[in-house]
C-alpha cells in the first residue's frame, strides 16, 4: 500500500482549512487537518513544496517510520508550522491504516476505554445576563462542561464573546492589519469573580465551569486569579500565563488549588515535559494538528498518564472537522482522558466535510466508520476560496504590545 498522491486542499467555508489528502496505490484516501490559523499559507507551502513530494511511493502503513522521517529528516525540528504538517501527514496515514483494515482510529489505538467524550461547549456575551441566558442555553442543550466568557467592563473588546450568535470567537480583519484590542488585567481581575460567581448562583454547581485566561496574567495575576475563583470550583482557568516561561506555574501553583490547563500553543512533547513531570499543570491542551498527529500527541498523553496529568484537546473551530474526529478517536482511547473542547463549526463546513460525530447527552460520539470518519466534498470545498485572515493583537492601555 504505497503513497500515490499527496494533494493539499485549501477551502474557506465560514473559516479557512488546510487539509492534506493522502491516495494509496491500492485506492485508499486518508485525510488529514494542516490547519494553523491566521498563518495557513506557510503550512500549505510546507506541505506542497517539500513534504508531499516525499511521500509518493512511501509504504502507508509504516506511520512511525515516516513519522520521525519527517522529523529527523528536516533537520529543522519542531515549531507549529513543521509539526503542523506533520500532523496533517500522520493523521491522513490513520485514516488510510483505519480505511485499509476497515477499523476506526481509535480500535487501532487499544480501543475504547469509555462509552463517550466529554465535551465543553463555549458559553459567552457581552454583559453577565448573557452570559447566563447562554450558559442557561448550553445545560438545556445537554452540555455537563461549559466553559464562560464575558466582555470585561471597560473594555472595548474581550477574547471569546462572539458577535453573530454562531459560537464563533475569530475576529474577521485585514490580514496585513490585525484588529487591535486594549487590555486591562487589574479591569479583568476585579470582573472574573464576579462572573463566576452570578453564574453559580444562577445555575448551581452541577455542571463543570471552565474558563481561557489566554495567556494574559503574571504569575502573580494568575495566582490571585485562581484564588478568587475557588468558591466557584472551577474544573480549570485556562492558558493562566504565557507558558513559555514555565517556571512561573510553580508560584501559581504554590498559591492556589485552582485546576490549571495549558497546552493550546504547545507543539512538541518537549514544551509539555517539565509542566507534566513537575505536575505543574492538570490537564495538557494541545491538539492534535499542532502536535504531530495522533502518534505524538499520544505520547505526549502517556506521558501526562505517569503524573497524574488529565487530556483536554484544543478543539476550536478554527481546527477542522477532520481535527476534531482524529482528537474523538484518541480520547475515546487514553485512559487519562479528561475534557475535550468543542466549539463545533460554521454551517457551510458542513457541505464540505461530511463527518460521523454526534453530541449525546453531554458527550461526543464519533461513530463507527473506518478511519477518522470524516469524507470531504472537493466540489464544494472549491466553493469556497481562501480568504486571508489574521488573529488580533492586544495593546495595553499605554499603547504596549501584550499577549492576545
Ligand atoms: O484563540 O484557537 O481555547 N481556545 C482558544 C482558541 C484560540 C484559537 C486561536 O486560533 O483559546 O479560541
Ligand atoms: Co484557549
Request: overall charge negative; charged content about 25%; aromatic content about 10%.
Amino acid at each position: 500500500m504505497r503513497i500515490d498522491s499527496a494533494e493539499v486542499i485549501v477551502t474557506s467555508p465560514g473559516r479557512n482549512y488546510v487539509t492534506l489528502k493522502l491516495t494509496t496505490d491500492t485506492g485508499v484516501t486518508g485525510l488529514g487537518d494542516a490547519t494553523l490559523n491566521g498563518r495557513e499559507l506557510a503550512v500549505v507551502s510546507y506541505l506542497r513544496d517539500h513534504v508531499c513530494p516525499q511521500l509518493i511511493g512511501k509504504d502507508a502503513s509504516r506511520i512511525t517510520d515516516i513519522w520521525e522521517y519527517l522529523y529527523k529528516g528536516a533537520y529543522w525540528r519542531r515549531g507549529p508550522v513543521t509539526m503542523t504538517a506533520i500532523a496533517g501527514v500522520d493523521c491522513a496515514l490513520w485514516d488510510i491504516l483505519g480505511k485499509a483494515t476497515g477499523r476506526p482510529v481509535h480500535e487501532l489505538l487499544g480501543g475504547a476505554v469509555r462509552d463517550g467524550v466529554l465535551v465543553y461547549g463555549h458559553a459567552n456575551g457581552q454583559t453577565i445576563d448573557d452570559v447566563l441566558a447562554d450558559v442557561g442555553r448550553y445545560l438545556e442543550a445537554g452540555y455537563r462542561a461549559i466553559r464562560v466568557q464575558a466582555s470585561v467592563p471597560g473594555l472595548d473588546s474581550t477574547y471569546g464573546i462572539h458577535h453573530d450568535g454562531t459560537g464563533h470567537t475569530y475576529e474577521p480583519a485585514d490580514a496585513r492589519y490585525p484588529t487591535e484590542n486594549v487590555w486591562d488585567s487589574a479591569a479583568y481581575l476585579r470582573f472574573a469573580p464576579e462572573l463566576m460567581a452570578a453564574v453559580r448562583a444562577e445555575h448551581g454547581y452541577d455542571f463543570h465551569l471552565l474558563h481561557d485566561v489566554h495567556h494574559r496574567l503574571t504569575p502573580r495575576e494568575a495566582a490571585r486569579l485562581g484564588k478568587s475563583l475557588e468558591p466557584f470550583d472551577m474544573f480549570w482557568i485556562e492558558d493562566a500565563t504565557p507558558a513559555e516561561d514555565q517556571t512561573a506555574f510553580e508560584l501559581i501553583r504554590a498559591h492556589t488549588v485552582t485546576p490549571l490547563a495549558v497546552g493550546e500553543v504547545f507543539n512538541s512533547i518537549w514544551d509539555c515535559r517539565h509542566l507534566i513531570s513537575n505536575r505543574l499543570v492538570d490537564y495538557i491542551r494541545c491538539s492534535v494538528s499542532h502536535t504531530g498527529g495522533i502518534t505524538h500527541l499520544r505520547k505526549i498523553f502517556d506521558l501526562a498518564a505517569l503524573y497524574g496529568v488529565r487530556t483536554g484537546s484544543h478543539g476550536a473551530g478554527d481546527l477542522s472537522p477532520v481535527s476534531f474526529a482524529a482528537a474523538l478517536q484518541l480520547d475515546l482511547a487514553v485512559p487519562n482522558f479528561g475534557i475535550q473542547e468543542y466549539m463545533g463549526h460554521l454551517s457551510p463546513a458542513e457541505e464540505v466535510f461530511k463527518t460521523a460525530y454526534r453530541f449525546e447527552d453531554g458527550y461526543m460520539k464519533p461513530g463507527d466508520r473506518p478511519g477518522l470518519g470524516v469524507e470531504i466534498d472537493e466540489e464544494a470545498a472549491a466553493r469556497y476560496a481562501y480568504e486571508p485572515k489574521s488573529l488580533p493583537v492586544n495593546r495595553l492601555r499605554d499603547g504596549t504590545i501584550h499577549d492576545w
